[in-house]
């Protein structure tokens, strides 16, 4: 089993009988630590709560309640972008989430390519991403853009979506979603204020907000967000910076609005417009 780093014991026999640990992802903030684990032949991630990995701080009961709520969704949200649940049980004081595995990188590796390394080194998955042709990225885009636009169809709205949350496969180009933990029913508010959940870069000025609503124009925000992450110079929204031509600049732009009533009223509409420039 690969080695990593707790804060504190911890019992993880129930492991062995999964197959062979060949990943660890441990440097989570969130509570949850994973494994890549691979038996005959076959690989599946897993995700368990209830240890107390170095980056948490929070209670561990806390972060099994969370993934322990977060598991229907996967099933409620199942779609072919999106990691597939196996299975999930409770293990004495922790739980543990079985999905199939999924070749490819996360395009937010912090845990080897944190802060600048991120943006610059050759070996980054994002900078990897960002080196591709624009139409390859513009078919990952409409891969998020399709899941985000299907989650709202069922009632949903996206929250700590981020590049963190996203896998791509530089073999097959298949970008899949692999964490959806947070995302809530609709209508949803802010109810943790300006530390509400996501990362600073890809979240409207509503989820810096206790009480705001959280909701598809929200989502549309993201979704612009993420297209500047991926497309241009990420917080910097200038033009200059931007690689998609200008009719697909003005959609994304007015999917950022700091304006709510300004942007795109769901993500059905914003890809709409986005797939008509597209044209």
Not at 3 to 12: A, G, M, T, V
Not at 119 to 134: D, E, R
Not at 135 to 148: G, P
Not at 167 to 194: L, W
Request: glycine share 6%.
């Amino acid at each position: 089993m690969n080695s990593f780093q707790l804060q504190e014991p911890h019992d993880f026999e129930w492991l062995r009988p999964l197959g062979n640990v060949f990943a660890v992802f441990d440097q989570q903030d969130s509570g949850n630590i994973c494994f890549g684990i691979e038996k005959d032949g076959k690989k599946i991630f897993v995700k368990y709560a209830g240890a107390r990995p170095l980056d948490f701080s929070g209670d561990p009961q806390d972060a099994v309640s969370r993934l322990m709520e977060a598991v229907p969704l996967y099933t409620t949200l199942r779609h072919p972008h999106l990691i597939q649940l196996i299975d999930h049980y409770r293990i004495a004081n922790g739980y543990a989430a079985i999905f199939e595995w999924v070749e490819g990188e996360c395009l937010h590796s912090h845990w080897t390519f944190a802060e600048a390394p991120k943006y610059t080194h050759p070996n980054s998955p994002f900078y990897k991403y960002k080196q591709m042709t624009v139409a390859q990225r513009l078919k990952s885009l409409d891969a998020i853009f399709s899941f985000h636009t299907f989650v709202e169809s069922k009632g949903y709205v996206a929250v700590d979506f981020y590049d963190g949350s996203i896998i791509y496969d530089f073999s097959t180009h298949v970008t899949k979603i692999c964490d959806i933990d947070f995302y809530r029913q609709a209508p949803a508010v802010n109810d943790m204020g300006e530390n509400f959940w996501g990362a600073k870069r890809s979240k409207a000025p509503e989820e810096f907000k206790r009480g705001a609503p959280i909701d598809a124009r929200t989502n549309v925000f993201t979704m612009g967000a993420i297209a500047f992450g991926l497309l241009g110079g990420e917080i910097d929204r200038s033009f200059s910076r931007w690689e998609a031509g200008e009719r697909l600049y003005e959609v994304a732009l007015r999917a950022v609005s700091e304006d709510r009533e300004a942007r795109y009223e769901n993500v059905k509409a914003f890809k709409a417009a986005w797939d008509f420039e597209m044209r």
